[in-house]
């Protein structure tokens, strides 16, 4: 059963606006990642975070984890039309392989 | 070169045919993976290995096979194909401490 379930299913914005994607997920987890899919093309893994951290920076990327809700929000800051893409959390359980969400498709039009 | 490539890129086949897709890595990683995607329901795993002599089932491996041939190389067959097994079938690896998974580019399957 999939564990993670993305929100919303799809974005759209203009350039220079923030995009923010949420995940939610069942079962406690060692970590969770996001990961980007252009269309029809493998994925990108674009952050992790650990079970013991709250926020994580990577450059225009912003990932927060609330363990007690069971949610994580990406937070993708100054949007360009390179952005479009599916972005997908991803939940390690039990450090065996990763439990993907069905994914928020973001738009960013110029 | 790709760290992670997956032959072929596009097949069509039809109903019970046997097809093989193959994966090959160059990340040196131990651990390789076979998820499908289908349109709406994001990828779902069918089969994982952590080293040559180790196999795994998946969310969901029925009508699956998969052969770790080496480190490096990690094939999944359809030994029937069913038009339900129409879907983007991706071949990742990762490290021993799952910090981040690789993914090949993905094969677009299609039965007829």
């Known amino acids: 059963s999939q564990q993670g379930e993305e929100d919303p299913q799809a974005l759209s914005i203009q350039e220079g606006e923030n995009a923010t994607m949420n995940c939610s997920y069942k079962?406690?987890?060692?970590?969770l990642q996001w990961y980007r899919q252009n269309s029809g093309r493998g994925l990108v893994h674009l952050i992790l975070?650990?079970?013991?951290?709250r926020e994580k920076h990577s450059g225009r990327l912003r990932v927060t984890l609330d363990t007690s809700k069971k949610s994580s929000s990406l937070l993708i800051t100054a949007s360009r039309a390179a952005d479009t893409a599916s972005y997908f959390c991803a939940t390690d359980q039990a450090g065996t392989a990763l439990i993907f969400g069905k994914g928020t498709t973001l738009s960013v039009s110029s | 070169d790709a760290d992670v490539t997956q032959t072929p890129r596009n097949r069509i086949t039809k109903t019970g045919k046997r097809i093989m897709l193959e994966c090959s890595q160059t990340k040196g990683h131990d651990r390789m993976y076979w998820y499908r995607q289908d349109p709406g329901l994001g990828l779902r795993l069918i089969y994982y290995s952590f080293d040559v002599k180790d196999i795994n089932k998946g969310e969901i491996s029925d009508g699956y096979s998969v052969s770790r041939q080496a480190q490096a190389k990690f094939s999944l067959s359809l030994e029937s194909a069913i038009p339900n097994q129409t879907a983007l079938y991706f071949c990742a690896t990762s490290d021993l401490r799952l910090r981040g998974m690789f993914f090949g580019p993905g094969t677009r399957l299609t039965v007829l």
């Open positions: 975070i650990r079970s013991n951290e």
């Open positions: 079962t406690s987890i060692n970590n």
